[in-house]
DNA sequence: ATCTCTTAACTGGTTAACCAAACAATTATG
DNA sequence: CATAATTGTTTGGTTAACCAGTTAAGAGAT
């Protein structure tokens, strides 16, 4: 596990830095939107690792916009000033991996919002697939057995319903850290799955009345033990 | 650019494939949490595609958690329930490119607590590169030219001063798509980067002044227009 | 029969060779 | 001299061979 950790900590070093030589080329070359960068065979020779790290770290800043990719012909910059290009560099050199409570804090904004819209645009279909949810994490929570899973399942089912596909993909992002998190640190180990029981019918009874204010304030008093927890373990 | 496009669709439709594939094994076999998938090069026979296709679905389901990769090992189930995992594998297979509408809802959904959090937790170093990101923006909308990469760093900025990694991530992420999308709907096409400087200045005295509230009025001031111009064109 | 040690195969990860498309330079042709 | 055809080179992408570590089966000793 250790040994893994460290790895995974050594490749990202190595993109990181990639990443870092490249930002460097482009203000030194005065790359402009449009301009085509070095191949990749260039740069693997020029500084000194593998292809694959250059390309790993190509797609990364492809993913961010910043570089385009086009098969048979090289990389370019994309269109966007030298400025901002630098600027999202830097941030994305510096992104870190979410601590706990950056990750509770977002998913509560997310969660917040998320049950108000699918109060107003649920269609049956949605109702009867949060229903369905609900019920498994009953059954699992009435059982006296951990039902983490079978929580998050019933607020995914929510983002669903919210018709909005990027929070939809946000939290599906985050869910596997916070079960993660949750079982390191201990959360929903005690018995509050027999009261989350309650707090997930009341909601689910909100949004079936398409009341989205009622729905937003008992989803926020469902994460309110969860967020003083989060608060105190920082 | 249309045969690109066809490409990654049928290369997705490949990956989603694999994946419901793995999925369909997975309730056959009933694996459960910690046992063993056959090995990458029995399911790219299996399935007849080429081991990187597996490699990659793979690894995308291992991004959500739901494998675990372990080197010269094998690939596991993750500690995850049947019930979860298919509810999560659906999600997954269903996930749409987002469409502009919910970019632009959940933008302003992280703006307006990102510079809250910033008003409250900014420290000097913060401050000066916003007004670094402000002053870059004023300059290029006074000359005229389009700024709109400069409005997105000022507001990225913010999200930076948030001290929440996790938004943080959220915006870079969409930020990209977002300056595409301006541009296809031809958004702050106008003299409207004029109007920019007074609110984006404004926000930015908020911030400074450590008022979370004024800071998030100013700011939804700021996307009021957007806001509009948003729904008008879904 | 049981336990230990060796060995061979199997694993995910990595590397290097290969591919077809795009591009540029050169040559042939009007 | 200008233009079109062609050929050789360069490109990102793909494939297959290779690697080091793990695993488990089997031989041998007790």
């Known amino acids: 596990m250790k040994l893994e950790t460290l790895i995974v900590s050594d490749n990202q070093d190595i993109q990181n830095e990639i990443i870092s030589k490249i930002k460097e080329l482009i203000n030194f070359k005065n790359l402009e939107p449009g301009d085509k960068l070095p191949s990749e065979r260039m740069l693997s020779d020029k500084f000194g690792v593998t292809r694959s790290n250059v390309r790993e ?31 999202m560099i830097d941030d994305i050199l510096r992104l870190e ?14 969660e917040l919002k998320t049950v108000k819209m699918a109060s107003l645009r649920r269609n049956e279909e949605d109702l009867r697939r949060i229903k369905e949810a609900l019920d498994a994490y009953e059954a699992k929570a009435l059982l006296g057995e951990p039902a983490v899973q079978e929580d998050l ?5 929510i983002a669903k319903a919210s018709r909005n596909s990027t929070m939809n993909t946000f ?5 596997p850290q916070i079960i993660i998190d ?5 959360v929903c180990d005690k ?44």
């Open 97 to 110: 991996t979410p601590d706990f409570k950056s990750l509770v804090e977002t998913r509560i904004l997310l």
């Open 182 to 186: 949750f079982e390191k640190y201990h």
């Open 57 to 87: 770290a190509i797609q990364k800043l492809e993913f961010y916009g910043l570089l385009k990719s086009i098969p048979q012909s090289g990389t370019f910059v994309a269109n966007i000033g030298v400025v901002a290009m630098n600027g």
């Open 153 to 157: 399942l019933f607020h995914l089912a």
């Open 191 to 234: 018995n509050q799955a027999v009261i989350g029981i309650k707090e997930h019918t009341e909601i689910y009874e909100a949004i079936k009345a398409q009341d989205p204010d009622l729905a937003k304030q008992k989803m926020k008093d469902h994460f309110s033990i969860l967020y003083q927890y989060c608060y105190n373990v920082k």
């Open 171 to 175: 939290m599906l992002t985050i869910t």
